[in-house]
């Protein structure tokens, strides 16, 4: 669908759904996502431009793939949080199917930096950096603390579910990997069992789906893969090195450390950080990523997809295997 029907239909539901509204301007088509779209957009109000974010999956997509939560869910998570005063946008709008814009919802515009090389090294976010570790734990605290009961239906995932799934996956490649199935036999010797806390987990909590201005973290994006499990869990993920951008000396995110991180969660949540269950899930991040990037390769090399952006993401499943290997090295 090109930029103009996109915008033509936009202003169609603006008009219906926000009160004064007199139509969009500038919409534009954001890069990212391989089967969702996100457009960026104003809607014009006599009291000013209204900025937006379109988040859809266009019609004829079909279902939510494989861990998925869907947009729907996303949009009632998103209020959820925002309500609950954790860093959200405000969804404005759920599409409707009259609407002939496909499934998604609409959400304010929030104003910041998500690449994470320029939040790493860029003096504007000098003032922000210290703070982020912190500010992620308080963050994490909040969303973990959200009423289960009024979630939206979400998948619940357990340790023993997670690494099932992964070795499923690494045996479909046909394609040995000594260091995969090293760090398989290490997370079940290790599995902590069901978590006795079991709360919503954002899924991918890390660089890239943080909104970071000059005072830190302004928004949580991409809820697609929140579901119900061990909290631990997203504590985890944003220490995994990929999401550290060489800078290996700082496990949060290339900006903080575990004691600034988990010290922030316990004073928001009250709740004691259990620092060998990260670790845990810091292992199956890396893992659960490594074999993420080998899905790319081989879709890369087998077919449908010989994008050059598969191919780059794919090489890095080696990266995956030296974090892997640094991480399950005995501790002197």
């Known amino acids: 669908m090109s930029a103009a029907s996109?915008?033509?239909?936009?202003?169609?539901?603006?008009?219906?759904?926000?009160?004064?509204?007199?139509?969009?301007?500038?919409a534009t088509r954001l890069s990212g996502g391989a089967s969702q779209e996100t457009w960026s957009f104003d809607i014009t109000h006599p009291d000013g431009a209204i900025g937006a974010i379109l988040r859809r999956a266009p019609p004829g997509y079909g279902a939510a793939p494989g861990r998925a939560a869907g947009l729907d869910a996303e949009a009632v998570l998103m209020q959820l949080a925002?309500?609950?005063?954790?860093?959200?946008?405000?969804?404005?709008?759920?599409?409707?199917p009259d609407e002939d814009l496909g499934t998604g919802f609409i959400m304010q515009r929030v104003a910041g930096e998500t690449i994470p090389r320029k939040i790493l090294r860029d003096d504007e976010f000098a003032q922000a950096r210290p703070k982020l570790a912190q500010q992620c734990g308080g963050i994490l605290a909040g969303i973990h603390g959200l009423d289960i009961a009024a979630l939206p239906?979400?998948?619940?995932?357990?340790?023993?579910?997670?690494?099932?799934?992964?070795?499923?996956?690494?045996?479909?490649?046909?394609?040995?990997?000594?260091?995969?199935?090293?760090?398989?036999?290490?997370?079940?010797?290790?599995?902590?069992?069901?978590?006795?806390?079991?709360?919503?987990?954002?899924?991918?909590?890390?660089?890239?789906?943080?909104?970071?201005g000059p005072d830190g973290v302004c928004a949580v994006l991409d809820w697609e893969l929140?579901?119900?499990?061990?909290?631990?869990?997203?504590l985890g993920w944003i220490c995994v090195n990929s999401?550290?951008?060489?800078?290996?000396?700082?496990?949060?995110?290339?900006?903080?450390?575990?004691?600034?991180?988990?010290?922030?969660?316990?004073?928001?949540?009250?709740?004691?950080?259990?620092?060998e269950c990260v670790k845990f899930w810091e292992v199956m991040g890396t893992l659960r990523w490594g074999v993420m990037c080998v899905g790319m390769?081989?879709?890369?090399?087998?077919?449908?997809?010989?994008?050059?952006?598969?191919?780059?993401?794919?090489?890095?499943?080696?990266?995956?295997?030296?974090?892997?290997?640094?991480?399950?090295a005995p501790r002197a």
Not at 226 to 234: K, N, V
């Open 6 to 26: 996109v915008a033509e239909l936009l202003a169609r539901s603006a008009v219906a759904w926000c009160p004064g509204a007199t139509g969009v301007a500038s």
């Open 82 to 96: 925002h309500d609950a005063g954790v860093p959200s946008p405000k969804v404005l709008h759920v599409l409707g």
């Open 153 to 212: 239906q979400l998948r619940r995932m357990t340790a023993a579910i997670e690494i099932s799934d992964i070795a499923r996956e690494i045996e479909g490649f046909n394609w040995p990997r000594p260091v995969f199935a090293l760090a398989l036999r290490w997370l079940r010797d290790h599995d902590p069992g069901p978590s006795e806390r079991v709360t919503l987990v954002h899924g991918d909590f890390r660089h890239g789906n943080l909104m970071i």
């Open 226 to 234: 929140a579901h119900i499990g061990d909290p631990m869990e997203d």
């Open 243 to 275: 999401w550290r951008f060489g800078a290996i000396d700082k496990p949060v995110g290339g900006f903080g450390a575990y004691e600034d991180l988990f010290a922030a969660y316990e004073a928001a949540s009250g709740i004691k950080v259990d620092a």
């Open 297 to 328: 390769m081989q879709r890369f090399r087998l077919g449908p997809d010989h994008s050059m952006e598969r191919a780059m993401i794919g090489r890095r499943s080696s990266e995956t295997e030296i974090d892997l290997l640094r991480l399950l």
